[in-house]
């Protein structure tokens, strides 16, 4: 059965630094989501992605944050100058249907930790 | 505001009790939720959706718009059950992007 994957499992890296997280989509799917989850809180939609471009984001996607499907397959969060409070768990997600999608699939999460 | 609410942080029950998880929402439209678990060291999978009005590893959930709840029911729990249980609703925007709720660890002993 097809799954969404998520590379790497777990990154460390100093305050200030950018990182890439990386993800690849189940194949047939359209749509692609990043949420994250603070330890102890609840998993937040950072944003969606269809057709090439963001669809919608949240409060929390600031001018820190960008996404991109570089190559038809990977589909990337970026965090530029990484802050303590960036340390949490980061989930991709993919559906074939958008809002008419009855499912989401989820990878099993990066790990950040920001020192 | 659109919100979900799951106001235990843990559920301890015993192999062969009943077990019902607590999810409301506050949404102003017509909701679509769901219920997510993630067993240890596994990532989120559905477990099931009110649309579907189905019965998933013998786990029920009805929406009950009047008292905009959607709890998590299950007759007798097995510990094989134990995982922390995410209720999500679907925010109103265009790609159907999930408002989690805090997620509810179950514990089943044996």
């Known amino acids: 059965e097809p799954e969404v994957t998520q590379t790497p499992s777990h990154q460390v890296t100093q305050m200030g630094q950018e990182v890439i997280l990386r993800c690849v989509p189940i194949s047939n799917h359209l749509y692609f989501y990043w949420y994250r989850q603070i330890l102890g809180q609840k998993v937040e939609f950072l944003v969606s992605f269809y057709n090439n471009e963001i669809s919608e984001k949240s409060e929390i996607f600031d001018d820190q944050f960008s996404v991109e499907r570089p190559d038809g397959s990977n589909f990337t969060l970026k965090i530029r100058s990484t802050k303590l409070e960036d340390s949490a768990m980061y989930f991709c997600?993919?559906?074939?249907?958008?809002?008419?999608?009855?499912?989401?699939?989820f990878g099993p999460g990066t790990r950040l930790t920001v020192l | 505001a659109q919100r979900v609410t799951q106001p235990e942080k843990l559920l301890s029950v015993f192999k062969g009790a009943p077990v019902e998880l607590k999810c409301n929402y506050s949404?102003?439209?017509?909701?679509?939720l769901f219920w997510y678990v993630q067993y240890s060291r596994q990532r989120l999978q559905l477990l099931l959706r009110?649309?579907s009005r189905e019965s998933i590893k013998g786990f029920t959930a009805d929406l009950n718009k009047g008292e905009t709840s959607f709890h998590l029911k299950k007759p007798f729990a097995q510990e094989e059950d134990s995982a922390m249980y995410y209720c999500?609703?679907?925010?109103?925007?265009?790609?159907?992007?999930?408002?989690f709720g805090k997620g509810t660890k179950l514990s089943v002993k044996p």
């Open positions: 009110h649309i």
């Open positions: 949404y102003s439209g017509s909701p679509e």
């Open positions: 999500a609703l679907k925010g109103g925007g265009s790609q159907g992007n999930l408002i």
């Open positions: 997600a993919s559906s074939f249907g958008g809002a008419r999608a009855i499912e989401q699939f």
